[in-house]
């Protein structure tokens, strides 16, 4: 085969071919290994790639991960990358890649099972799992060097991981059409987190926990079919402490079917918030509460067709 006697092989990259089968043989000696819709199930057999630090098999026809990854061949992998490939149904244990800094398989859509070990990378940075719309479940997560999250378009994602401890590098998160109910409040542990959007998904419920979050500054669901505050059984003092300490400056909440309840209960807990945004929403009346948003500097409340009382 063409790379049976290339044993210094370091790089392999194809973007583009029309292969019907997949290699016998690929060098061992290879460090970068990039195929675009690799054509086989499986990598050959006697593929040991111990220097391997980047494996990027984008729309390939792998079957399963488990072969290659129970063996720790891959202790040196830097980069994971199997987005795309539509026959993977699970992402197995990757305790034998302690090195993952990258890990991505966003649009594998028959993806229904993610291995714990995924939560306890403590050297990843990056982890993409967009547009899995099989997945139903996300295991807890302890990702101390975890920079970028991503769980968009997951149609059948319900609850958002739950974090174990404090994670320090992730400044923002940004879901859409993803059908989370609840935050956890947990979510506390993203010390450093500065922004949160969510769009397009169900009735999310807040957990009070993030209005003690000292670093962030927008909040922004919007299209979303509702939200709630959440009834956990938190004393007046406590809850009073977190508004003071809550520094969130930009609130946009539009076309989410903000009630007149949820008004209420929660404009007193954005107390530092100077632009609020409520486009599109189906509360009748703006409280009296709104008095307590001594920053506020815009408000915005176009097409609220059943507000009738300021």
């Known amino acids: 085969m063409a790379f049976e006697k290339m044993n210094n092989l370091k ?52 079957m399963s991960l488990d072969l290659f990854m129970s063996n720790k061949m891959f202790v040196n992998m830097r980069v994971l990358n199997f987005s795309d490939s539509q026959n993977i149904t699970e992402i197995p244990d990757l305790c034998g890649v302690p090195r993952l800094q990258e890990l991505s398989f966003c649009n594998c859509e028959n993806l229904i099972k993610i291995h714990e070990s995924v939560g306890f990378l403590d050297k990843l940075k990056i982890l993409y799992a967009d547009g899995c719309s099989k997945l139903t479940s996300f295991p807890p ?73 000292k670093e962030l500054r927008y909040f922004i669901v919007k299209k979303c079919e509702g939200l709630l505050l ?30 007149d309840e949820f008004l209420l209960r929660g404009l007193p807990l954005f107390a530092n918030v100077k632009e609020l945004h409520l486009r599109g929403d189906d509360f009748t009346i703006l409280p009296a509460c709104i008095k307590e948003l001594q920053f506020l500097k815009e408000i915005y409340l176009e097409v609220c067709e059943n507000l009738k009382k300021i």
């Not at 060098?27 to 494996?55: A, Q």
Request: proline share 7%; charged share 20%.
């Open 11 to 62: 790089r392999l990259i194809i973007e583009s071919g029309s292969f019907t089968t997949g290699p016998n043989h690929l060098p061992n000696s290879l460090r970068v290994l990039e195929w675009w819709d690799y054509p086989s199930p499986s990598l050959p057999i006697d593929f040991h790639p111990k220097k391997l630090v980047k494996l990027e098999l984008l729309g390939s026809c792998l």
């Open 141 to 213: 997560i302890k990702l101390t060097s975890l920079e970028e999250l991503k769980l968009s378009y997951c149609g059948s994602l319900e609850c958002f991981p739950e974090i174990l401890g404090k994670m320090e590098n992730v400044t923002s998160l940004d879901i859409k059409n993803t059908p989370i109910k609840e935050l956890p409040s947990s979510i506390q542990n993203l010390t450093q987190l500065q922004r949160i959007k969510l769009k397009n998904g169900g009735i999310i419920q807040l957990p009070s926990s993030i209005f003690g979050m």
């Open 230 to 259: 959440s009834k956990e059984n938190e004393g007046e003092a406590q809850m009073t402490s977190m508004v003071f300490r809550n520094p969130i400056d930009f609130l946009d909440l539009s076309h989410s079917n903000i009630s």
